[in-house]
């Protein structure tokens, strides 16, 4: 299969799955979406309300600030891939639970191995503790890191900024440069002998960054 197809396929599994007790609870699934060539993979934490209804991620308050920032960056949604760490809603919006992460980690990587993204933004903590472990968000955000065979941005997540306006100017500045660090990232991975290099998450101390 080609990766829009293995993407499709990823999208079917996902509306029937059962491997743990968010099916219980779900409307719709929402394995994300995005192109299959796309250059970068946004990848936040789970669906809330308006995306168990629509089984598509990002289409309430945070959604749209979402997509404010992308135009801030010169992008538009159709450009990027978008979806979250765990496929179906946690209840009452709590944060993904350790067996629920587990249970979709492998649709994620599989997502993420069809799409072959030159980067990856994490939205949030939950995302970031996949490719950056036992790192602090204020620490790394907005910088980029090599991660195996791509490069890793930590973001804060736009709901972020609905709840708490003191990281909204902060949100803005680390979108406005994506532009600059895809770029970046173009040129590194065309003359990086390890860019066949399987993903893997990576020590802190051992990822380069820019």
């Not at 065979?149 to 440069?177: E, G, N, S």
């Amino acid at each position: 299969m080609n990766a829009e197809e293995t993407l499709k396929q990823i999208a079917q599994e996902v509306a029937v799955c059962t491997r743990c007790d968010l099916h219980f609870s779900r409307k719709n699934a929402v394995p994300g979406e995005g192109p299959a060539n796309a250059e970068i993979m946004f990848i936040g934490e789970g669906p809330g309300f308006y995306e168990n209804e629509q089984g598509r991620p990002f289409v309430g308050a945070a959604g749209r600030f979402l997509d404010e920032l992308l135009a801030q960056a010169g992008l538009k949604r159709s450009e990027v891939w978008i979806g979250n760490v765990v496929k179906c809603r946690p209840p009452g919006n709590r944060d993904p639970q350790p067996d629920e992460l587990a249970a979709c980690d492998e649709y994620l990587e599989r997502q993420i191995q069809a799409i072959d993204p030159k980067i990856i933004v994490t939205l949030g903590r939950f995302s970031m503790a996949k490719f950056m472990p036992g790192v602090k968000i204020s620490q790394v955000h907005g910088q980029m890191r090599r991660v195996g065979k791509r490069f890793v941005i930590a973001m804060y997540h736009p709901a972020a900024a609905l709840h708490q306006p003191k990281y909204k100017p902060q949100i803005m500045a680390d979108f406005a440069r994506l532009p600059e660090l895809l770029e970046k990232a173009r040129a590194e991975l065309s003359r990086s002998p390890s860019a066949q290099e399987p993903d893997e998450p990576a020590e802190p101390q051992q990822l380069s960054l820019f």
